[in-house]
């Protein structure tokens, strides 16, 4: 059975849907340390969300991961649960974004089309402003 998750862009995904047993064992794969639990929460569909544990000693167990969306809502199990958790994993190839580097980019995007449309601006108005027919007077946001 196939599930799909649809990504922040818009990109849809189809993933293998798969069992809370074959979770488990491709976690095991990645750590013997990494468990698939079960919690209840009341405000989610079902009542449950799925956790990531890795057990550390008797007396300390943190949570690596938590199974939900952007909205906090429970996913369903799926290969993609076994590829997050490997993506926040010391040494990873297929490294998580972090906050600061997702911060950055946006930044950098929204400085890049302020001033692709200050620029369209200007490409518009220019053969006016040259001959002297129109004058234009930017708002102090764009600058």
Same mark, same amino acid.
């Given at each position: 059975?196939?599930?799909?998750?649809?990504?922040?862009? @818009?990109? #849809?995904?189809?993933?293998?849907?798969?069992?809370?047993?074959? #979770?488990?064992?491709?976690? %095991? &794969?990645?750590?013997?340390?990494? /468990?698939?639990? %079960?919690?209840?929460?009341?405000?989610?569909?079902? @009542?449950? /969300? +799925?956790?990531?544990?890795?057990?550390?000693?008797?007396?300390?167990?943190?949570? #690596? *991961?938590?199974?939900? =969306? &952007? !909205?906090?809502?429970?996913?369903?199990?799926?290969?993609?649960?076994?590829?997050? #958790?490997?993506?926040?994993?010391?040494?990873?190839? !297929?490294?998580?974004?972090?906050?600061?580097? +997702? !911060?950055?980019?946006?930044?950098?995007?929204?400085?890049?089309?302020?001033? &692709?449309?200050? =620029?369209?601006?200007? &490409?518009?108005?220019?053969? +006016?402003?040259?001959?002297?027919? /129109? @004058?234009?007077? *930017? =708002?102090? @946001?764009?600058?």
């Amino acid at each position: 059975m196939l599930v799909h998750e649809q990504r922040a862009s @818009g990109l #849809v995904v189809a993933r293998d849907a798969w069992d809370e047993s074959a #979770v488990s064992d491709a976690l %095991k &794969a990645l750590d013997r340390r990494l /468990v698939l639990q %079960k919690h209840p929460r009341d405000d989610a569909p079902g @009542g449950w /969300v +799925y956790k990531v544990i890795c057990i550390v000693s008797d007396t300390y167990a943190p949570i #690596v *991961f938590t199974w939900v =969306d &952007a !909205n906090g809502q429970p996913l369903p199990l799926s290969s993609a649960l076994v590829d997050a #958790v490997q993506e926040r994993q010391l040494g990873a190839r !297929n490294k998580h974004e972090s906050a600061d580097e +997702y !911060n950055e980019r946006k930044k950098q995007e929204l400085t890049r089309d302020a001033d &692709a449309i200050r =620029d369209a601006i200007v &490409a518009d108005h220019k053969p +006016y402003v040259t001959r002297g027919r /129109v @004058g234009v007077l *930017f =708002d102090r @946001g764009l600058e």
